[in-house]
């Protein structure tokens, strides 16, 4: 059925500007309605109906800290990441395994067939467009693709001008680059924190800033103090705005197995049923490592880093005390990890020879104005919390 010849204009404009939207998973880590309802009321030519919801059947430290292109972008940089080992790639894969946990999400060659991988991977480009707005002159590095592509071999150095195959920036057969496809202005569009018009790059940057802190690091009295902060608090707070952050990080090969799995971190015992885990009051936080199908046999033992904020589940267990001489105790004898396969079923640690788990510690200076990030302390490693625990690093093994 045609949509009525007064409407067809209206309906020609909201295509052609129709945006995708995004998911703020930092915001609100509960998918949005829209995918999760079962019905949805649309627009029809006959007027407003209610139909089937094909879309429900079908962070700040990285941002703040992390001003090189190399460790931000990618779970594999291998060049002196400096102890930090989150990236936008290892959120990325947080979120394809934590809502498709065995569905079509967190197959990665398969995941575009299930809507919110739109809604998820507009805001990745959203996050990277904020990364960009406050690094102005950060650009694509020289890396060596060691995993390859479908149309490249493994082993090939890839720069900011490789070409991003199979995607035609003309009818003349070439392809957009890193260098040409850097700029959400080529594209003509932008996210509402990055007011890219009237303004140098420095307001620009500081606008952004102020933006990111708004959302991601409100005012509070957290950041006024030491160490310390009340237990209540861990809920309501934002968790950026401590004056010492506790994180795990976590380094295993990427292809050790043939199917995805999860690394839970419990404060204390994990739970005897292993369907609980994910949903387990002790749980401190999950590392999923996604399946790779492009990895040959002959790269499966390529690294991946990823990294799990504890400061909110020190907080929360009543721990008031964040400083190190409280905390790496309680963590020597508290903190343990399990592995688990996507149906549920648990995954032996000896199965994973590669896993290697520490913990660091970082003290903290909170912004002094809304325009300013926080000033970090050099991460510090504490390797005893994790001495002689399976997984856990060793004495004289390298932290990167």
């Known amino acids: 059925m045609a949509y009525p010849r007064a409407k067809r204009a209206q309906y020609r404009e909201a295509a052609r500007t129709l945006r995708i939207p995004y998911w703020d998973w930092s915001i609100s880590p509960t998918m ?17 109906t209610n139909v089937q919801n094909p879309l ?4 700040y430290q990285l941002i703040t800290q992390q001003p090189n292109y ?3 972008s990618n779970i594999g940089y291998t060049d002196a990441r ?3 080992y989150n990236s936008i790639e290892n959120m990325h894969n947080s979120i394809h395994m934590f809502v498709g946990n065995g569905g079509h999400m967190s197959v990665i060659p398969y995941s575009s067939f299930d809507p919110i991988f739109w809604l998820h991977h507009t805001n990745v480009d959203r996050l990277f467009a904020l990364w960009q ?4 002159e950060a650009q694509v590095t020289p890396q060596v693709n060691a995993a390859g592509t479908y149309t490249d071999d493994p082993g090939k150095s890839e720069d900011v001008n490789t070409p991003l195959t199979p995607f035609h920036s003309d009818d003349s057969g070439n392809f957009w680059t890193s260098a040409t ?8 569009y932008t996210y509402p924190e990055i007011e890219d018009w009237g303004v140098n790059s420095t307001q620009l940057t500081s606008n952004v800033k102020a933006r990111l802190n708004a959302l991601y690091n409100p005012t509070s009295s957290v950041s006024k103090r030491s160490s310390a902060a009340d237990a209540s608090d861990a809920l309501t707070l934002s968790p950026n705005a401590m004056n010492v952050q506790w994180f795990a990080n976590i380094r295993v090969n990427k292809s050790t197995t043939a199917s995805p799995y999860f690394i839970h971190l419990f404060l204390d015992d994990a739970p005897v049923d292993p369907a609980t885990w994910s949903f387990a009051p002790n749980l401190i936080g999950s590392q999923p490592v996604v399946d790779n199908s492009l990895l040959s046999l002959a790269n499966s033992d390529l690294p991946m880093y990823g990294q799990i904020p504890l400061n909110h589940a020190l907080l929360a267990a009543g721990t008031s005390d964040l400083s190190a001489s409280n905390v790496v105790p309680l963590l020597t004898s508290r903190l343990n990890w399990r592995l688990q396969n996507v149906d549920d079923s648990p995954l032996p640690i000896e199965k994973i020879p590669s896993l290697k788990i520490h913990v660091v510690g970082q003290e903290v200076r909170p912004r002094a104005a809304e325009d300013e990030f926080p000033e970090y302390g050099q991460l510090v490693v504490y390797r005893e919390v994790t001495r002689g625990k399976a997984g856990g690093l060793s004495d004289g093994e390298d932290t990167d």
């Open 70 to 72: 190399g460790p931000f």
């Open 181 to 188: 496809a850097w700029s959400t202005k080529n594209f003509g």
């Open 56 to 59: 429900h059947t079908l962070t």
């Open 82 to 84: 400096g102890g930090r």
């Open 133 to 136: 707005a406050i690094y102005p």
């Open 32 to 48: 949005p309605p829209e995918v999760s309802q079962p019905t949805i009321f649309i627009n029809a030519p006959n007027g407003t």
